[in-house]
Each structure stands twice: as C-alpha cells, then as structure tokens.
C-alpha cells in the first residue's frame, strides 16, 4: 500500500501565491491550457492500468476524468500504482510505482512529451531543481539500503542512479537542495540533505521517530511521524528542541500541510490544526468525515488557498470521492475522481 | 409348505452365491479408484466426467480443459500465468481439487493454481459441482474436481506417445506406459509441457513480456493383488515447474516463480463378507520459490509438509444401505521465509450412508466433524436425494453446510497474520433435473449458496491481515448437454454447457467482480472412419471490473473457438496426427484487464498407441 503525502502541491501552492500576488498587481491570468486554473486529483488505482488515472478538476467545478487518456488516446498509459505528481515550469511528471516509469506531460494541456522508464524500481516521490529532476525509489520494500535517487536530465530524458542507502520515501526541494524524508511505515527514523552540486546525501538528521511527511516554512523544517512532530533549523541542520508529542488517540499522525502560519493534519478520518508556533497538539479535531472505506480513508489530504481537500481511498476497485472543506470545515463540494485517489496538485 | 420352504432355502442360497459372484467384480470395481465416494456418494448431485479423448483433444493446461469443457469460470493473468477458478460464482479457494481421494490444494494459499496441473497424466477428470466438505473437507463449496488414477487388474500392455508442437514454441510431449496382469498393475506417465509464450497481442503493438513457463510431471501408480481380497497400491506424484510472470510495462520488474509438489499414498483395501477396509498413508509435499526478480537470485519461499493417515470403512448394511466411516488425521508441517514455522494437527471422522429405498429412489446423508486447535470446526453435512421418477427424468435435490478452512498464510504470515480466524462456512443447496433420451442427456441445475466469514486481507497501518468479514450469496442455474449420433460409419457427438451466475456482496448487493452472468461452451466432434474433425468455442458474458458495478469499466464479452482435424493413420495400432488452430477467428480478448491472451494460433499433435 502506498501511502502519500502531498509535498509538491505546497510548492505549488507557494508558487501559486506568488502568481496570485501577481494577479492582484493586474496582470491577467490567461489560461496557458485546458488544465489551468483547476486541480488535478491523482488516482492511484490497483494493479490495472485502466484504473489508474489523473482528474482534473477546475476552479469554477468542472469535472473531467482520465485527462491523460482523452488528450492522448494513442499513448501508452502512465501504467499501474501511481503514486505522485511533481512539476517544473512547464511539465508534470507522473511516477508509476507498479510499472517504474515516469510519464511527463505538459502540465497546462496534459499533451504527452516522453516516457522515462529507466534506473527505476518503486519509484515513489520526485523534485526538481535545476533542470535535472531527483526521485526516490524504494527498490526491495523490506530493504533499506538499496534505495535510492533516480536523477531525470530534463533536456534528453537521460537518468542515472545515485545510491541513497537509507529509506527513502518523500521529497522537498528548498533552497537548492533535497531534504528526504527517511521513513518507511517505522522503518528509518531520519532526513536526508542531498546537495546536487556534489550529488552525495548527507549525514542524516536524526529525529527518532520514523517521518511521513514534512514541509518547510521560513527557513524552518516541519517533520509529522510516530505522532511527533519535530522542527529542524535548516540554516544549522539541527533538531530545534524536543519534539511535540500528539495525545494517543493522534498516534497515527500524518498529512503535515502549513498554510497561513498554521499546521494542519490528520489523524484517522480528523483533520486538526495548530498554531504554527504552538508547544502542545490540540485535542480536539478541527473536523472529521465519515469513511466507508476499510482502509482509504483520508487517503489524500492538501490545504490550499484557504480550502481543505480530502481524498476517499473507497475499495480500491470502484470509483471514488473527493471533498472539498472550508477552513472551518464545513463541506463545499464533493466530487467522484477514480480509483483510489491519494493526491490534490494545484495547477493556477 | 416344506417344499415352500425349502424353495425360499434355494431361493436363499442362489442369492447367496449370485452375491458372493457379484462382489469378487465389484471388489474389482471398487480397487480401480481410490476415491470410492466420488460413485458412491454423489448421487444427488451435477457429476461431469471428462474421458481422456477429451483430454487428448484439448490443451495441455487444466485451465484450457475445464473453461472449454465446463460451466467454470477462469480468470487468468495472461496465457499459462497465474489461473483462479470460479465455480459457481465462488472463490479460487472455494473449488477444492481432488487428486485420488485426497485434498490438494494448497496449504499456503488454500487454492490449486489450474495451470500446474498436467491433464494428460490422468485417465479421466471429474467435475463434481457444489458442496463436497462433508466428504472432502476444505474448499469444496462451489464444487470439486477429481484426478483419479485407474488400476486394472487385466493383462495389459500398453503405451502411448503424445507430442504436439505449435505457435510461440510451445511444446508438449507425453508418454504413459500401463503394465498390468492379474496380480500386478503398474502405470507410469511423465509430461513436458513449455512454451516461450510471447505472443502478439490481437489489436495492440505489443507481444506478452516475460511469460515463458515449462513444467515437468511424472505419475507413477501401482498395484498388487495379495489375493482375492487384499490389494495394495501405491500413487505417486511429482511437478516441477517454473513460470515467468508477464509484465504489462517492459520497465516492470520481472519475476518467477516456481513450484514443486510431491505426492505419494499407500493404500491397502482388503474385503470382508459385507466390509470394505481402507487404510491409507499419504505425504505431501508443496513448495514454491518466489524471484522477485529474475536477475536475482535472491527469492522467498514456502513449503508444507503434509502426512495423512485415514481409515475408511465402508459396511453394506443390506443390499439398500451402505454406510461409511472415514477416520483421518492430517499433520502440516509448514515453513517459509514469510510465515511463521508452524505445525498443525487435524483430526476429522466422518459417517456417510447411502439407502436405495426403491430401485428409483435413494437419499444420501454425511456428516463430518474436524478437530483442531486451529480454528472453530463447524459440524458439516451433506443430504440428498435421487429420484428416478420416469424411465428419462431423474430429480436429484441436495443441501449441505461447507466450509473453507484458514490457510497458513493465512494464519501465520509474518507479518500480519491471525491466528484467530473462522473457517469460511456455507449453507447451500441444489435441485438437479435430468433428462436421458436415446441419444441426447440434459441436467438442468438450479442453486443457491450463502456463504458467510469470508476472508479477506485488509491493511492495518502499513501491514495486511485477514479478517472474516464479508457474505457473499451466490445463485444460478447450470445448464450440461450431450448429444451423440451415429449414420453407418458417421459419428457425432455435440457437448455443451450454460451457466447463468448471481454472485453478490452481502453487503452492497453488487454483482462480484470477475463472475460473468453467462457462460456457455459447445464442442462438436464429427468422425468419419479413421478421420476427424473437432470444433469447440467459448463464450464468456462480460464481467465488472469495479466493485460498483460501473458498467463503463466492464470487460467485454468474449467468443473463442478452437478447430481440429485428425486422421489415423495406423492399421492394427493408432497413429493420429491432428492439426488445431486455436482462436480460429482471432479474437481479441482477455479474461483479466489488460491481460490480452493470444490470437489466432496453430498446433499440431501426433498420439501413437502400441
């Protein structure tokens, strides 16, 4: 099962402020294709390709499934398990887990452009920095030493490997650099700095706890695991006191998204939220939802743009929901995408 | 009144001694088979024997045999790959496979995979649908399929040789030889079956990726007269086979696996006055290896040992009656690089009777009880009748209570296991009609299945376990036809088959996955002197793909038919070379999503008999 978190949506959603800060200084918002100004909801699937696919979703709420599919009926599909988007300027790369191989497509008219299907063995998570694009694979799933980063050339779609020999699940770029986050379901307990102009990991940071998701604000670190939540200085790389600990009944803490100076997470089918700054977890749920599913609820999870975003994981052989929550958490829109969607990527 | 008496005295004695006649051919009967409840206790129910001219006929795989030959439905990752059956509507660990009286199926994953099974070893193969577990304890819920070995005690010698060689380089070759006189019989049949299975799909750009498989099997069996009412005999079988799984992308991973079972039983039958004493040992073994990637050899395996000891006694009451005892205790011995090294112990008894009331009615009962510390053992039954009630119509109605017992992976797999798991358990019950004509026998069947504590691997945190949770109510209706005809040296015989299957979630009451509503098959066979010609097809109605039953996401409907021409052309033994072509129109067609199968291909066989 591959459980995710939305990092690159928060780069999206950062660069989308500063686009939208630009729209407010009047430059128009001319739609650069027929997938702007909306979000794509990416659907896992299970081992079927055709039940993998990708659902675009647009700011007035219009609705249309398999975009992928309906653009370029002729290509070969982006394969099984798909597991997370990332963007550049002006691609998207869609990594397929089950089929190690990444489909990249223009991220405004979702037209094909290359299929890279080389040095890949469960790939999982990507960034991109400098025209070369970085991706964690898990190779053997009960293995950690053997992961590592499959590194994209985005001007020929070459690859080569770069061993990482840790666990290696999720990914951020700031500033130039690649923070992974070491952690596989209490396997790896730590985060990983990658420079690409030496292309080597560091020593790792150690946390203590094994992480499932992160994001950095203000030049600070937030790492969510083991139900912790630590801060890393990453002008020091160092772990910035102890780590908040959440009441039991949070143990499986996940989703970690910072919007407007505040923490958001999940915690079973409830999604809570902190002051950025605060010492101690909430107690109580900013909101919660009811799932049918025996084990894809809160399957996605994303804030943006003063809106919370859920994806229903469903029984992974029908087509499921998406919910759309204000930041008080009563319900806006509810949406059916695919298969087991697990992620929101914001595309303004 | 003397003389009556001593007519009724003579009338006695006749009997006696017409008896005593009758039971020396009928201990014959009874030392052919081991599996002596497969004639003696399925009365009441759908009984379909496939005789090794249809074996012969078809492909080499159980798959192919069955899914153009019964109502059972199959899934199948591609050709020769991973194959589940669908019985009625049930799960691939619902159909329990018999091979000489013994349970087969796998102790890991509680299903026998119906591509590593080679068909020509065996004389001929039984499909007995629905409940079995009283008598054949796991599995048997949406029916069981029987391999029997036969021993004659006639002078016999005789072999055969089969080789066939087609498309994709696929070959086979079998060659049975069969040695017996009155004393002693000895079979012995070894198989090759190997394809490089990269053939291109139908309407795609695109060939099957890494499906290549071969498999090796050798069957021996043997018997020995100690005199007129003690037999010995032995069975004996080995598989060894390693498949390539097919990739969809050529950047998947590709991988491997292989498997190798034994299975040996010693059996000693001995007859007295109205007893039928059977004291059997069996040993199993089963192993798999899997390569989670060809390049590596680094692989996960699983084994289990399996050791049998059963005690059958079957008591003619009276000429009506017949009871049966059958005392069986079933040690596992299970180890793997993913399940816990456990040991299991397994007691069962169980009592079957048999009353011909009249010459056209009979009922049938058996119960069955296992003991195990293992899992919760429901008591399990079995009742039917058969009733004659004209010269061409027979009702046979039967209701039972089956179940399907936890496997190992089930139970010990590491992580994620329960040890704390029902048995999965089902209510059912069928009424049969069938109607013999001169020519032409038809079996109407209509059923009904409840099945409740159905096992299925949920995941907790990131680690998969199994929970009893779903009910499933299965119901249809089974359709088999058998026509033959003979104009002087013209021979026909048509064979066809119908199911109609409602297989719903408890819960949803949505139409399950992979279980067509419509299923037929027809073969027709026309023979001319020493020339013949063979066509079958297949229809398959289409299958949801989504648990909602989304229409949208449906696999098609697919018609696949087979031809074959055969001419012998030996004089005093056979010598037949037969040409087929499989999928004579081309289909494009796939049973699993994406896992296209292969289009129109070509084969040739010959079969000599000395």
């Not at chain 2, 649908?129 to 036969?150: P, R």
């Not at chain 2, 009880?369 to 046979?396: D, R």
């Not at chain 2, 297989?503 to 419509?518: A, M, W």
Request: net charge negative.
């Amino acid at each position: 099962m591959k459980k995710l978190n939305r990092i690159f949506l928060l780069l999206v959603a950062t660069s989308l402020f500063v686009s939208c800060s630009n729209d407010d200084n009047g430059n128009s918002d001319v739609p650069l294709g027929e997938y702007d100004n909306g979000f794509f909801v990416l659907n896992e699937g299970n081992s079927n390709p055709s039940t993998a696919s990708v659902t675009f979703i647009s700011n007035s709420g219009l609705i249309e499934q398999d975009v992928f599919g309906n653009v370029n009926p002729d290509a070969v599909s982006n394969g099984t398990l798909l597991q997370s988007v990332f963007f550049d300027d002006t691609r998207a790369f869609i990594i397929s887990g089950g089929s190690n191989k990444v489909t990249v497509v223009n991220r405004y008219t979702f037209e094909f452009i290359a299929t890279v299907a080389t040095n890949f063995a469960s790939p999982r998570y990507g960034a991109v920095i400098n025209g070369k694009a970085y991706v964690t694979n898990y190779a053997d799933f009960a293995i950690g030493t053997d992961d590592f980063l499959t590194v994209i050339d985005l001007s020929n779609y070459s690859t080569s490997k770069v061993a990482l020999n840790n666990w290696s699940e999720k990914v951020i770029e700031e500033n130039g650099k690649l923070y992974i986050a070491n952690g596989f379901y209490g396997s790896g307990t730590s985060i990983t700095v990658f420079n690409p102009a030496n292309n080597t990991p560091s020593t790792p940071i150690e946390l203590g706890f094994s992480p499932n998701s992160l994001e950095e604000e203000d030049g600070t670190l937030y790492v969510i695991g083991d139900g912790k939540l630590a801060k890393i200085n990453l002008a020091t790389n160092q772990v910035i006191g102890t780590a908040i600990t959440f009441p039991e009944a949070q143990a499986g803490a996940k989703n970690l998204n910072i919007e407007n100076d505040k923490i958001y997470y999940t915690a079973g089918t409830s999604v809570f939220v902190m002051d950025i700054n605060a010492s101690t977890a909430p107690t109580s749920s900013l909101f919660s939802y009811e799932s049918t599913s025996e084990w894809g609820g809160m399957y996605g999870f994303a804030v943006n743009d003063n809106k919370i975003y859920i994806a229903e994981g469903g029984d992974f052989t029908s087509d499921s929901e998406v919910y759309v929550y204000s930041l008080t958490g009563s319900l806006l829109d509810a949406f059916t995408a695919g298969v087991g969607p697990n992620g929101f990527y914001f595309n303004d | 009144m003397t003389f009556k008496k001593q007519f009724l005295l003579l009338i006695l004695f006749v009997c006696q001694f017409a008896l005593a006649q009758n039971d020396s051919i009928q201990y014959l009967e009874e030392v052919k088979v081991s599996d002596s409840q497969l004639k003696n206790f399925s009365n009441s129910q759908s009984v379909l024997k496939l005789s090794d001219s249809i074996i012969n006929k078809n492909q080499a795989s159980l798959t192919s045999l069955l899914n153009y030959n019964t109502v059972i439905y199959f899934k199948e990752n591609g050709l020769g790959m991973v194959s589940s059956p669908s019985f009625r509507g049930t799960t691939a660990q619902q159909t329990a496979v018999i091979w000489n009286g013994i349970n087969i199926n796998s102790q890991l994953n509680g299903q026998t995979d119906f591509n590593t099974i080679a068909t020509r070893d065996f004389k001929n193969i039984t499909v007995r649908a629905g409940g079995g577990s009283s008598i054949y304890g796991s599995s048997a819920i949406g029916g069981s399929i029987h391999f029997n070995n036969e021993l004659r005690f006639v002078n016999e010698f005789t072999n055969d040789l089969r080789v066939n060689y087609g498309s994709f380089n696929t070959y086979g070759v079998n060659y049975k030889v069969n040695v017996s006189d009155e004393k002693f019989s000895f079979q012995a049949s070894i198989t090759r079956n190997a394809s490089d299975n990269d053939y291109e799909f139908v309407d795609v750009a695109a060939k099957n990726l890494n499906g290549q498989y071969y498999n090796t099997s050798l069957n021996t069996t043997f018997g020995y007269k100690i005199n007129t009412t003690n037999y010995l005999k032995f069975y004996s079988q080995f598989f060894d086979g390693e498949r390539h799984f097919s990739v969809l992308f050529a950047s998947e991973v590709k991988t491997k696996y292989q498997d190798f079972n034994t299975r040996n039983m010693l059996e000693w039958s001995s007859f007295f006055g109205k007893f039928t004493s059977k004291v059997k040992f069996a040993s199993l073994t089963e192993q798999y290896k899997y390569f989670g990637n060809i390049d590596s050899e680094s692989h996960t395996y699983g084994e289990v040992k399996t050791y049998i000891g059963k005690y059958d006694l079957a008591f003619d009451v009276s000429k009506a009656i017949k009871l049966n005892t059958v005392i069986d205790f079933t040690q596992n011995i299970g180890n793997g690089s993913d399940i816990k090294n456990e040991r299991r112990n397994i007691g069962s008894a169980s009592l079957l009777l048999k009353h011909k009331v009249t010459d056209t009615f009979l009922y049938e009962a058996s119960v069955r009880k296992e003991i195990t510390n293992n899992y919760k053992s429901p008591l399990l039954f079995s009742i039917g009748t058969n009733y004659a009630i004209t010269s061409f119509y027979t009702l046979k109605l039967n209701g039972s209570k089956n179940f399907r017992v936890p496997t190992f992976n089930d139970l010990y797999w590491q992580p994620g296991g329960n040890e704390n798991l029902n048995p999965e358990s089902s209510y059912q019950a069928e009424v049969g009609n069938e109607f013999h004509f001169k020519n032409f026998n038809i079996s109407l069947t209509g059923y009904v299945i409840a099945i409740d504590d159905m096992l299925r691997w949920v995941p907790m945190g990131g680690v998969w376990t199994p929970e009893n949770t779903n009910k499933v109510k299965t119901y249809g209706g089974e359709a088999l036809l058998r026509w033959n005809k003979t104009f002087g040296k013209n021979n026909f015989a048509l064979n066809g088959t119908y199911a109609y299957t409602v297989s719903e979630n408890g819960e949803t009451k949505k139409q399950l996955i992979y279980v067509p509503y419509h299923k037929a098959t027809s073969s027709l066979a026309y023979s001319y002197k020493k020339f013949s010609v063979d066509y079958q097809f297949l229809y398959n109605g289409e299958v949801f793909t989504r648990s909602d039953n989304n229409s949208k996401y449906n696999l098609d409907a697919y018609f696949v038919s087979n031809a074959s021409i055969a001419y012998d052309f030996g004089k005093t033994n056979s010598y037949q070379l037969g040409f087929q072509v499989l999928n004579l129109f081309n289909e494009n067609y796939a049973s699993v999503e994406s896992r296209f199968l292969p289009g129109r291909n070509f084969n040739m066989y010959l079969t000599l008999k000395f």
